[in-house]
């Protein structure tokens, strides 16, 4: 039971092999996690930035590359929560195109107060959220 | 009679204003110019690229930014024929986020040869796509 | 007399064509004013917006794409003041690769207060660096 | 022993809360790869992709990010051959900052046809260069 975008490879994109220049995978993992916030958990990135002050940047990152996508291709993004911490979320994450696995990794994630630039556990109603995409994953 | 698509503003556009970088909005508008080429001329970018060999460079490019776009908000982009030459073709484009416009100018593109990077003469399903389009305008 | 830098066209600005992706162009312009601002006018963009609480935003561009740039070449962009004015300035833009000019333009540039995001008047030391540039220019 | 190339923080790199959005690493970190390539293998990407049809896709990535990058600072990228296959090569890198980490990881890259898209074993003269980093670095 995981959460699950689609996208499809832009023009802009692509490198001039005509596959996804990698760092573009990344644009494209912090929209799914963009949308999972807002989608799941109930709070996109304008309020969580701009009302609450929190950012969640990423601490860690590993990633498999499998096979190239290609421009034009639809891309299914699908992220699962692996542990939760009390300050951090540990994601899975896989992108594929037509069931065919292209990449894969985990994405480790921070709460942080923007201001202060201080790592602070999750908020209640994120912390929520996370136990049950947790929950689900089970 | 404008072609229309709607995008949101990601993280991965905006600046340390919390406003949308202006080069991004290029790739805003050239993913909208991919989607009229697939969805109205009937020639996604891949199969023009891969398949027939052809590239569309953008020529000139004028461009009048009214209001920001910021982090979350969903943008309308809608694309119009102005003019159709033999081997150009010269849209104009709005940015606007709940009727309220944001940007907008003229791109010219240019119908290339992507091997011998000379321009041509658009194929007949394009420049019959695309005077429908113009046609459809007036 | 205008200003110029000097930057090597990198893989991750070329296109499924081997050439640059016109959006990454301002990406380099904007790099340029960066630039410009540092050497010239005596005020980088980090004091510029973390120090001042000031951005300049681009309100207007125009450009003409002469002919295309090729992976690891060396690209000058020049930047010449063409007017002054209370807000804005509006700057002239050359790119060119061994003297050969691949694009030019112009873009206007408006002096904004981050936190109300109101035009306003260039400060004393930003207008008489502008000036000084301007009279170069004659 | 390591190969070492500075770069600054531009503003198109950062985002909303003013410090470099991790997919921008990425950029960078491909541009130390391709200044690597040229200075140090004797071999730029240009002349890699165009004249050889070799192409050098990542295929697995790890990134531990310590501390946040701002915009304008200068920061050191090195790479250090820590493994060198037949058909790829195992980078470690770090950014620091005057002398600060501020993230560090490895990438493998593979050595591949472009046209067939099928991985090959490094040519002579790329793999005596990458056999003498990797001497270099005991």
Known sequence: MSFT????????????AGIVFY???FEMLNGAVEDWFD???????????????LGVPTVHLETDFIAACELGEWVDIS????RLGDKSVTL??????????RLGGKVV????????KRALAWPDDLRIGMQNALANAA
């Open 79 to 82: 992220l699962q929560v692996e």
């Open 23 to 25: 760092p573009r995978f």
């Open 109 to 116: 994630l921070v709460c942080m107060q923007l201001g202060v």
């Open 5 to 16: 975008v689609r996208t499809q490879v832009r023009f802009a994109q692509v490198d001039a």
């Open 39 to 53: 989608q799941e958990l109930g709070c996109g990135f304008s309020a969580l930035h701009k009302v609450r002050g």
């Open 92 to 101: 899975s994450f896989a992108f594929s195109v037509a069931g065919e696995r």
